[in-house]
């Protein structure tokens, strides 16, 4: 303790009183503080004071247990140690307290206690002469002799532990710099003695009477290692368990102790993790981590925060799959069957699929592109998945990132942060327990972005077939070969994927399904799943075909089939209800009718029959048997319609006419209102438009005005604004709408309110005009044509320039429609209108009604 050497003690002291451990010169120790005197002492002293001197304390051991401190306080040992103190942590859990990390410096004798409250303070004097014990090393006589007896017995204990260990190491270098005098007290403070022991060595303020007190400690330290070494030499696996010192000092209590049961289960601990890492079959980088890992983990106390830490790191190591993978059993023949089996309809997605798993036979090394389905929700995205996972016999993992905004989410924390933990990839290869699973990335397009960096960026790396086999999850700080994961993601729209993500992957489109293909798909998997996640059989519980279109058309309004499973479930589980209850249902007609009935409508739930059925309810049978859903039943269990087909409704009056809009949920027709009213000319629009969308009214408005005269809308005066107000509004007001594709509809709405014509009730229309009265192409054509077929128009004008995209719509819905190809706002109007739209060039003879 040389640089200690000029430190002089003040006289008055702050005293700290502890019950649990003996602070020695030259040691460092932790000490907990919870009674209301030290509390104070901490708080007024430790934490207020800046000087040095402010940070130095006198510790007083032996004093009474807290529990039992009264007011008054205990009668002091009269000898202690002052101390600096290092460090102060607070804490709140399980009740308030300080813990301070104090160094002992030199002892003292309290002469006079000066006070008591708030926290006790004392006149001391300082015993041990710190300058002294550099001039002191050449003591002879009999403390010389007693100082060298007891510096090779220290020599000899270091030199039975294992030097490897860089405490030991220092230690070992210490012995011979630091002044023989201080030895007593740093060795007694490190190796097992108990408290009484330690305040025995402290008590000896004569350094002769100390090196007599410490050194019988010293040699029962060194016996007890000789015989633990004995031992040990029979099961040389683990000799390297005989660890007494530790770094900072010593640590009170069992921390410390060499205390051979709880080293042996601590030692038990880490030998099988030891096990499991060398077992867990992990690439060299890795293992050559955990091995250090596990090497710090058994010097560490267990008390140690980091303990707990670096613990949870090796046990997430040893649990990874490294190479541990499932065998792909591919046939493509037989995948080809599954898929069918699995998926009705989407022909051109599964054709795609199947493509992706016959080069996966041919060349087994996966750095093929990352595919990524795109589609309305509820069109079997997810469960495509699912089944490819299934056809190559992998395990199967949904990640969902929707929402995720910080990358941490997918790259893991370091592990500096408490509870830090590794990412959703990581995570996942541990729950799946194989390095080769199929890892669906739902809901791509729902990444968010934050300060907590951009995730979208984070999965780059994970994509990108270049990189993955390096993946670096931020708490693993090692490698990971991601090379063998089948990623497959899934989305609503494009629009908000990163282009750079975008790019790694592969888009498939899945559009959303025709009612046929829906009536298929619920009787073909739909009705089945329900019934049978009810408990029903097909025996039980029946749905006509007509039921499901009704189901379809009056209850639903989608482009896939989520919503229309939910109604069959509900169905179901109204049906499980009376099933249930059965014996109370009875037969409502007699045995001779049943029959007949039962295909029919067997069990009506509507309430008139159910009356009926209350008569003879005291019959206990079950009801009758299948019970098929009519459409009273339906609207029983369901209620009344929520949709109606109000197309002929709203086109009553002139100025409306039916748009076709592409939204990520699918294609949606829109109503175009429009209304005049006297005035200078305006024009308003409402309906949260965005201004691609103004922009295409005013375009209208434009071109309507300078060809009025052409199709007969002049109004008596030249301009058909003259003195009129023109109000246009796009319906679902609340949602926001932007794109150019509402053109040729905005101007079929404003030519009829200025003509006082009614537009077809059954025609859809879609596209973007030019000033010049020119129809351009626009996007989504496919769910539009869809969306226009669910709504049972039967006509619809597309650009001429979108043609070919109707190859993707199934013939039957093709067949339905009457497709008009519009290149001309011309074409448009005459296609709108019953009978074509008038224009004095062509139709001379029809007068303008206004
Ligand atoms: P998404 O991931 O596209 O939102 P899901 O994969 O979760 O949709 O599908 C919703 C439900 O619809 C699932 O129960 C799925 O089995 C069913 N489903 C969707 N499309 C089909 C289909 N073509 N054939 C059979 N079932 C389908």
New binding site residues.
Partial sequence: MSSNSGIQIPSRLPLLCTHDGVLLPGSTMRISVDTARNMQLVKSRLLKGTSLKSTIIGVIPNTRDPEHDSDELPSLHSIGTAGLAVQVVGSNWPKPHYTLLITGLCRFRVTQPLRERPFPVAEVEQLDKLEQYTEGDQADGELGELSKRFYQAAVQLVGMLDMSVPVVAKLRRLLDSLPRETLPDVLASMIRTSNKEKLQVLDAVDLEERFKKALPLLTRQIEGLKLLQKTRKLRPDDDKRVLAIRKGGVFPGRQFSLDEEAEDEDGDDTAMLEKKVKAAAMPDAALRVCLKELKRLKKMPQSMPEYALTRNYLEMMVELPWSKSTTDCLDIRAARVLLDN?????EKLKRRVLEYLAVRQLKSTLKGPILCFV?P???????VGRSIARTLGREFHRIALGGVCDQSDIRGHRRTYVGSMPGRIINGLKTVGVNNPVFLLDEVDKLGKSLQGDPAAALLEVLDPEQNHNFTDHYLNVPFDLSQVLFIA?ANSTATIPPALLDRMEVLQ?PGYTQEEKVE?AHR??IP?QLEQHGLTPQQLQIPQDTTKDIISKYTREA???SL?RKIGAICRAVAVKVAEGHKVSRAESPTEQHAVSHERSLNLSDQNTENKEEDSGIASPPEMPIVIDHIALKDILGPPIFEMEVSERLTLPGVAIGLAWTPLGGEIMFVEASRMEGEGQLTLTGQLGDVMKESAHLAISWLRSNAKTYLLTNGSADPLEGTDIHLHFPAGAVTKDGPSAGVTIVTCLASLLSGRLVRSDVAMTGEITLRGLVLPVGGIKDKVLAAHRANLKRVIIPKRNEKDLEEIPAHVRADLDFVFASTLDEVLNAAFDGGFPTAVSHPQVVSKL
Avoid: C, F, N, Q
């Avoid at 699995?342 to 989407?346: F, N, R």
């Avoid at 929700?377 to 469960?383: A, C, I, M, W």
């Fill in positions: 699995d998926h009705y309809a989407m589609g929700p509820g069109v079997g995205k997810t469960s899934t899945v798909i998997h739909l799943h896939g089939v989520r499973e």
